[in-house]
């Protein structure tokens, strides 16, 4: 159970955060002309990268022992998934940050790499500063003795989630509509956040 708990927390994060996400929605833009198992292992690595990385700086953070330092780092972390609840909410443009983002793949395309090593690059660039990147940083803080059960939550959230987009892209979008499986995000992320604040005063 210690594993599995701090897993489904990241998983279950990470799977609806992605949920019409922008990254997501760069994984289509590869399915008209790739293979799907090479899509989703483009994702794992690239999520093995970006996520790990962020959930292993995490868990270093909190190995600092200054119990003020500890309880200001959580309190920021907890604060934080609140606010990407709340601004979730927003009404948001993202098409210039993500056409700056495939601007900038768009200059590897001259070291004719392969698919997977392409897709790899694609997600790591795409999750940095993302929502997901910095949930996995704030994973990593909250249970840094878990790192292994985080990454791994992590990978198979996002690899659900893009293998969902991928098969059953317009099912969902027939019957889950963009603003409600952002609201479920929104929703989730501001349950983290609350419970984290709660466990941090009352607990």
Avoid at 160 to 178: D, R, V
């Amino acid at each position: 159970m210690e594993l599995l708990y701090p897993f489904f927390v990241a998983f279950s994060m990470i799977f609806f955060a992605e949920l019409g996400d922008k990254t997501q929605l760069l994984v289509l833009s590869f399915s008209a002309r790739n293979k799907a198992y090479k899509i989703l292992l483009g994702v794992a690595l690239g999520t093995f990268f970006s996520h790990g990385l962020a959930i292993l700086f995490g868990s270093k953070l909190a190995s600092f022992s200054q119990d003020s330092f500890q309880f200001y780092l959580k309190l920021f972390t907890y604060f934080s998934f609140i606010l990407f609840g709340v601004i979730g909410f927003l009404p948001k443009n993202d098409s210039s940050n993500s056409s700056n983002k495939l601007s900038f793949l768009d200059k590897f395309k001259f070291l004719h790499l392969g698919a997977v090593a392409f897709i790899t690059i694609s997600i790591v660039v795409g999750e940095l500063g993302d929502k997901t990147f910095l949930a996995s940083l704030g994973l990593g803080l909250e249970y840094p003795m878990q790192k292994f059960s985080l990454i791994c939550g992590s990978i198979f959230g996002m690899v659900l989630s893009n293998l969902l987009a991928i098969f059953c892209g317009k099912f969902l979008s027939h019957y889950l509509k963009p603003f409600v499986i952002s609201i479920l995000s929104n929703v989730i992320f501001l349950a983290f956040g609350i419970l984290g604040l709660w466990g941090l005063f009352f607990v």
